[in-house]
């Protein structure tokens, strides 16, 4: 059984983690996930955020195609690459949680079709390449999934807030 994603780049469409975030002895700043259909058969990807595109570019030797997407509400950058062709939006463009952002590839340095996903506090900075571990977010938390190999997921499409801390019961509590 799929776990239920809050929120994914694919939509009603299983996919699974197959490279951890943070995966060591790389120090894999983002987050693998495919879907069981990535045989090339031009998976959409979509946007998890309500934003702009920041920067979408190519790079032969790493990300491939890749874009970022920075949430206007809370600055978080998103990182989305190896798709199969540059996205069809524009530095500037908006977008919305659920916007077309292009096709699961396997450009670059890639060894099969999959989405590569990475999330950085961009708030007060532009997206810092290669950063240390304290400048990423995990997006397996951010989707509310586990950050395991293996994980099959799903989303449906509809996000989900992320929970709401508990407030401290009285057990909890330091007594001074």
Known sequence: MAVEARIAPFINIEFVVTSEWWEQPRNHRGLD??????????????????GTVVLKSYDADGYGNYLIMKD???GMGFLYAHLS???????????QIG????IEGTTGSSTGIHLHVEM???????????????????????????????TVCIYDGTPIDPPEPEPPTPSSKKKR
């Open 85 to 95: 062709d540059a996205t069809p939006l524009n530095v500037g463009d908006k977008v």
């Open 99 to 102: 916007t077309f952002v292009g």
């Open 120 to 150: 950085q506090d961009i708030s007060t900075h532009d997206w810092i390449f290669g950063a240390d571990k304290s400048y990423y977010t995990n997006p397996a938390e951010f989707m509310g999934i586990p950050n395991v190999e293996g």
């Open 72 to 74: 206007d509400e809370t």
């Open 33 to 50: 996930i495919a879907t069981y259909s990535s045989a090339g058969n031009n998976v959409p990807v979509y946007s998890m955020c309500n």
